[in-house]
């Protein structure tokens, strides 16, 4: 059965850092292309970075420079660091690997 596990989310100030992670579960995925997206109350969930792998990443524009996404394959753990959070940026954040969803992480980032 496979499972996708967040974690590392939390609370901290305007500007501060978090770092999360999606631990895999129940198969490999070095084959395949690892995702964020997160979701605000009462919003759309949106994409946000996506690791692919042949090694390229690509990001939501609004994050470029201030996220960045890597994996580890052979942990089977995808991450996601977030630098100069802004309070826009504390909805939940989920992985997505092909038809798989993590229940999410939650950030919340304090003014």
């Known amino acids: 059965q496979v499972q996708l596990v967040e974690s590392g989310g939390g609370l901290v100030q305007a500007g501060g850092s978090l770092r999360l992670a999606c631990a895999a579960s129940g198969r490999s995925f070095s084959d395949a292309n690892m995702a964020w997206y997160r979701q605000a109350p009462g919003k759309a969930r949106e994409f946000v970075a996506i690791?692919?792998?042949?090694?390229?990443?690509l990001y939501l524009n609004a994050v470029t420079g201030g996220f960045t996404v890597s994996r580890r394959n052979n942990s089977n753990t995808l991450y996601l660091q977030l630098n100069n959070l802004k309070p826009e940026d504390a909805p939940i954040y989920c992985c997505h690997v092909l038809e798989y969803w993590g229940q999410g992480s939650q950030a919340t980032v304090s003014t």
């Open positions: 690791s692919g792998y042949l090694g390229t990443p």
